[in-house]
Nanobody, 119 residues
Framework: VQLVESGGGLVQPGGSLRLSCAAS????????MSWARQAPGKGLELVGR????????DDAVSVKGRFTISRDNAKNTLYLQMNSLKTEDTAVYYC?????????????WGQGTQVTVSS
């Protein structure tokens, strides 16, 4: 299993970013997928989870209405569109096949991509 996140960077408050997660080594289309994040000095937070058909089955209250999870099974790629970014969205963002249980992640996860929201 290989998961490689990209698209992170520095953005001003109110801006947008689109993260991508390229998946390989497993049958992507048959797995529900997740985005999680970890802010400096804080625990893991599940950002959202999407099922194999592209339906969002879980998302954090903190990102509702601002972040959108999607997937392209033909391209083996998971996306996270982030709009109206806030400074508190600063974190390392990870994609994975599992979910978050307390401060642990189940399943397989990528190395993460840094998102910094700052003026």
């Amino acid at each position: 299993v290989q998961l490689v996140e990209s698209g992170g960077g520095l953005v001003q408050p109110g801006g947008s970013l689109r993260l991508s997660c390229a998946a390989s080594g497993f049958s992507f289309r048959n797995y529900d997928m997740s985005w999680a994040r970890q802010a400096p000095g804080k625990g893991l937070e599940l950002v959202g989870r999407i099922n194999v058909l592209g339906r969002v089955i879980d998302d954090a209250v903190s990102v509702k209405g601002r972040f959108t999870i999607s997937r392209d099974n033909a391209k083996n790629t998971l996306y996270l569109q982030m709009n109206s970014l806030k400074t508190e969205d600063t974190a390392v963002y990870y994609c994975g096949t599992g979910t978050v249980r307390g401060n642990f992640r189940t399943g397989d996860w990528g190395q993460g991509t840094q998102v910094t929201v700052s003026s």
